[in-house]
């Protein structure tokens, strides 16, 4: 090896030295740089040139060194286990924000709670059922009808509102996810390019998409992996987001419905998520719950698609488990098991659906729940003023209110119960006036009819099944008040909080509500005062379930309780989980740190190591340089 050789190998110290001084500095000057891993150098033996041979080995000198790679310190595995949980974090956060901002609504609703709406509304009944003559109970208790079904109303209104302005969030967050996907493609592109000789690391860029991927799982969970040539393919439930250099795109469209035919039913205001150019179709399963092994409960989109539902959920959403003591399963005094094991598989069959869609949800869970309450009270009311009894008829014939002739086909109807049902105290005595009414649907098609018909009552006795009325000209005709039964697939045919209103007739007049004893029982003038004790009295029984999953039945008061209370209590659950993944996350982070995070005192050390190194290797050529002009003057003389 010539001397002129080991100038070069102190010429490779020099470089491989000032190399690790600029990574260093590098580190240094990035320290406080979001998302930037520190690099470290890592260095290898130059070539080596044999120049003797033994039995033993190979004689060998070397030719300095050189820097083979700049690299990331960075651990694969926590990243990945860091965007879970991150991602984790991020879904229940929006589930507990959710809870938080029902709880607003239910309990300061312009700063009135909706429990004082409730309490009133029971007041007015019992001071109403003390005293039915007195006017003055009568107007309060219009009023405070007026007033429950407005708080219960925007109540109602005000979950949905919550639930339109996730709805609105969907968009904005699914720009966001194309929006990263396109910097990342980008990123991708020139990593490629940059890395292709093979000679360097593009690490600042590295670290730029390794920022936007952790931007990325905040909002939904995927899966990755890297190429040879240093792309990123992103997957998310198995479709494409990212493919090397090209990147896709979702999109938002209105959810639609269809029949077991496949056709359109209904197209609703609700958002759903769908790709836009890969081929596949919707970007998230809304058909199913979120589920921990899944991972399913990850990324604020999915969290809000989750929270906000699919659709305004009502009191028809809550699947009711068939009770073997139903009347209908006893017929002839025979119970018809067949029967209730066909009504217990289609519960089973729609609480799974419920526990996948409404039960999903925390919004339409409480939008359902809160409409069963409503319906239940509303029921109770009108029940009481305009109680209906079941009456099997066959070939009635009448006049609707338009005039037209209407056949009843022959079956069991629920019709006004005209003999024991209390009158207004207007001079018409009128009947069936309901407090809650439908927007679209009266309470009783009335048919006139020309002849009395007949019925029985419990005991078996034969019961007048029409209003007998007198007319001006003299003649008797007959009034049959057929309920117009609620109709499932019809909306507005339901008792429900989108349905509801106070009835018109009685806000214009109070003389119309139903007080006083019938003539027909041969009382006239009275009062009747035992006319709400049954709505008293239904008022502290269990009448509906809260949650389908969990069989215990409440009455008015605990019903609202229970809601409430287990509103907090998923509130709390979701909080705790909240508090988990944010340490969990802070953790991860933390060995994340340790790992690609620069430390200072270690970049000094390594500063000083450099320097130290650079001039060991200055001195080295000083003395090959010595050596050389040494040899050179001696041989010139």
Same mark, same amino acid.
């Given at each position: 090896m010539s001397l002129f050789t080991s100038f070069d190998i102190g010429v490779s110290g020099l470089r491989a030295s000032q190399a690790g001084l600029n990574t260093a500095g590098h580190n240094l000057s990035n320290t406080k740089t979001q998302g930037y891993t520190r690099q470290q150098n890592i260095l290898t033996d130059g070539y080596y040139e044999n120049f003797r041979y033994t039995d033993k080995s190979t004689l060998q000198i070397g030719s300095g060194v050189t820097v083979a790679e700049v690299r990331q310190i960075r651990d694969m595995f926590l990243d990945r286990q860091y965007r879970l949980e991150v991602s984790r974090d991020k879904f229940y956060e929006v589930q507990y924000d959710t809870v938080t901002e029902i709880e607003d609504l239910m309990g300061e609703m312009e700063g009135v709670e909706f429990q004082f709406a409730l309490d009133d509304m029971w007041k007015s009944i019992q001071t109403l059922s003390l005293d039915l003559q007195n006017v003055t109970n009568r107007e309060l208790f219009i009023s405070e009808s007026v007033s429950f079904l407005k708080s219960a109303q925007d109540l109602y209104d005000g979950l949905y509102k919550y639930q339109q302005n996730l709805n609105m969030e969907i968009k904005g967050?699914?720009?966001?996810v194309n929006s990263i996907a396109e910097q990342i493609a980008v990123l991708n592109r020139e990593i490629a390019r940059s890395e292709a000789s093979g000679l360097e690391n593009a690490n600042d860029l590295r670290d730029a998409r390794n920022l936007l991927m952790d931007e990325l799982a905040e909002i939904t969970y995927y899966t990755y992996n890297e190429d040879r040539t240093g792309k990123v393919d992103i997957y998310i439930n198995s479709a494409p987001l990212v493919n090397g250099t090209k990147n896709y795109h979702m999109g938002v469209e209105r959810l639609k419905t269809y029949d077991e035919n496949g056709n359109l039913e209904s197209v609703s205001p609700m958002y759903d998520v769908r790709w836009l150019d890969n081929g596949y179709e919707e970007v998230y399963d809304l058909q199913e719950a979120y589920s921990y092994? #899944?991972?399913? /409960?990850?990324?604020?989109?999915?969290?809000v698609l989750t929270a906000r539902g699919n659709f305004r959920a009502d009191y028809t959403d809550l699947p009711i488990k068939p009770n073997k003591d139903d009347p209908k399963y006893h017929e002839n005094g025979v119970f018809d098991s067949d029967a209730y094991e066909m009504d217990l598989y289609h519960y089973e069959n729609d609480l799974k659906e419920y526990n996948n869609t409404t039960g999903n949800s925390i919004i339409t869970q409480v939008e359902a729940q809160f409409d069963q309450l409503i319906h239940g009270i509303v029921t109770m009311i009108n029940d009481a003023f305009c109680p209906n009894i079941e009456q099997e008829l066959t070939g009635v014939t009448g006049t609707n209110k338009d005039g037209d002739t209407v056949n009843l086909t022959d079956g069991t109807y629920k019709i006004l119960d005209v003999i024991h049902c209390a009158v207004g105290t207007d001079d018409n005595m009128t009947i069936g006036t309901e407090?809650?009414?439908? #927007?679209?649907? /009266?309470?009783y098609q009335v048919l006139t009819l020309d002849a009395q018909i007949y019925g029985t009552d419990a005991e078996g006795n034969q019961i007048p099944l029409a209003q007998e009325i007198q007319n001006a000209d003299g003649t008797t005709t007959?009034?049959?008040?057929v309920y117009n039964e609620e109709d499932m697939e019809d909306p507005d045919y339901l008792y429900t909080l989108m349905s509801l209103e106070i009835n018109q007739d009685l806000i214009s007049d109070y003389a119309l509500l139903p007080v006083k004893l019938n003539p027909a029982l041969g009382e006239t003038g009275g009062y009747n005062q035992d006319l709400l004790a049954g709505l008293i009295k239904d008022w502290y029984k269990d009448f509906a379930v809260l949650d389908p999953n969990n069989q215990t039945s409440f009455s008015v008061h605990e019903y609202y309780q229970a809601l409430v209370t287990g509103l907090a209590t998923r509130g709390n659950t979701w909080k705790s989980i909240v508090e988990n993944q944010d340490r969990e996350v802070e953790e991860t982070e933390q060995m994340r740190q340790q790992i690609m995070g620069v430390s200072s005192?270690?970049?000094m050390v390594s500063l000083l190591k450099f320097q130290h190194a650079y001039n060991a290797a200055s001195r080295y050529i000083t003395v090959i340089d010595s050596m050389l002009g040494y040899l050179i003057e001696r041989l010139g003389a």
């Amino acid at each position: 090896m010539s001397l002129f050789t080991s100038f070069d190998i102190g010429v490779s110290g020099l470089r491989a030295s000032q190399a690790g001084l600029n990574t260093a500095g590098h580190n240094l000057s990035n320290t406080k740089t979001q998302g930037y891993t520190r690099q470290q150098n890592i260095l290898t033996d130059g070539y080596y040139e044999n120049f003797r041979y033994t039995d033993k080995s190979t004689l060998q000198i070397g030719s300095g060194v050189t820097v083979a790679e700049v690299r990331q310190i960075r651990d694969m595995f926590l990243d990945r286990q860091y965007r879970l949980e991150v991602s984790r974090d991020k879904f229940y956060e929006v589930q507990y924000d959710t809870v938080t901002e029902i709880e607003d609504l239910m309990g300061e609703m312009e700063g009135v709670e909706f429990q004082f709406a409730l309490d009133d509304m029971w007041k007015s009944i019992q001071t109403l059922s003390l005293d039915l003559q007195n006017v003055t109970n009568r107007e309060l208790f219009i009023s405070e009808s007026v007033s429950f079904l407005k708080s219960a109303q925007d109540l109602y209104d005000g979950l949905y509102k919550y639930q339109q302005n996730l709805n609105m969030e969907i968009k904005g967050q699914v720009d966001k996810v194309n929006s990263i996907a396109e910097q990342i493609a980008v990123l991708n592109r020139e990593i490629a390019r940059s890395e292709a000789s093979g000679l360097e690391n593009a690490n600042d860029l590295r670290d730029a998409r390794n920022l936007l991927m952790d931007e990325l799982a905040e909002i939904t969970y995927y899966t990755y992996n890297e190429d040879r040539t240093g792309k990123v393919d992103i997957y998310i439930n198995s479709a494409p987001l990212v493919n090397g250099t090209k990147n896709y795109h979702m999109g938002v469209e209105r959810l639609k419905t269809y029949d077991e035919n496949g056709n359109l039913e209904s197209v609703s205001p609700m958002y759903d998520v769908r790709w836009l150019d890969n081929g596949y179709e919707e970007v998230y399963d809304l058909q199913e719950a979120y589920s921990y092994s #899944k991972k399913t /409960d990850t990324g604020t989109l999915l969290g809000v698609l989750t929270a906000r539902g699919n659709f305004r959920a009502d009191y028809t959403d809550l699947p009711i488990k068939p009770n073997k003591d139903d009347p209908k399963y006893h017929e002839n005094g025979v119970f018809d098991s067949d029967a209730y094991e066909m009504d217990l598989y289609h519960y089973e069959n729609d609480l799974k659906e419920y526990n996948n869609t409404t039960g999903n949800s925390i919004i339409t869970q409480v939008e359902a729940q809160f409409d069963q309450l409503i319906h239940g009270i509303v029921t109770m009311i009108n029940d009481a003023f305009c109680p209906n009894i079941e009456q099997e008829l066959t070939g009635v014939t009448g006049t609707n209110k338009d005039g037209d002739t209407v056949n009843l086909t022959d079956g069991t109807y629920k019709i006004l119960d005209v003999i024991h049902c209390a009158v207004g105290t207007d001079d018409n005595m009128t009947i069936g006036t309901e407090v809650f009414s439908r #927007k679209m649907v /009266d309470r009783y098609q009335v048919l006139t009819l020309d002849a009395q018909i007949y019925g029985t009552d419990a005991e078996g006795n034969q019961i007048p099944l029409a209003q007998e009325i007198q007319n001006a000209d003299g003649t008797t005709t007959y009034q049959l008040y057929v309920y117009n039964e609620e109709d499932m697939e019809d909306p507005d045919y339901l008792y429900t909080l989108m349905s509801l209103e106070i009835n018109q007739d009685l806000i214009s007049d109070y003389a119309l509500l139903p007080v006083k004893l019938n003539p027909a029982l041969g009382e006239t003038g009275g009062y009747n005062q035992d006319l709400l004790a049954g709505l008293i009295k239904d008022w502290y029984k269990d009448f509906a379930v809260l949650d389908p999953n969990n069989q215990t039945s409440f009455s008015v008061h605990e019903y609202y309780q229970a809601l409430v209370t287990g509103l907090a209590t998923r509130g709390n659950t979701w909080k705790s989980i909240v508090e988990n993944q944010d340490r969990e996350v802070e953790e991860t982070e933390q060995m994340r740190q340790q790992i690609m995070g620069v430390s200072s005192e270690e970049e000094m050390v390594s500063l000083l190591k450099f320097q130290h190194a650079y001039n060991a290797a200055s001195r080295y050529i000083t003395v090959i340089d010595s050596m050389l002009g040494y040899l050179i003057e001696r041989l010139g003389a």
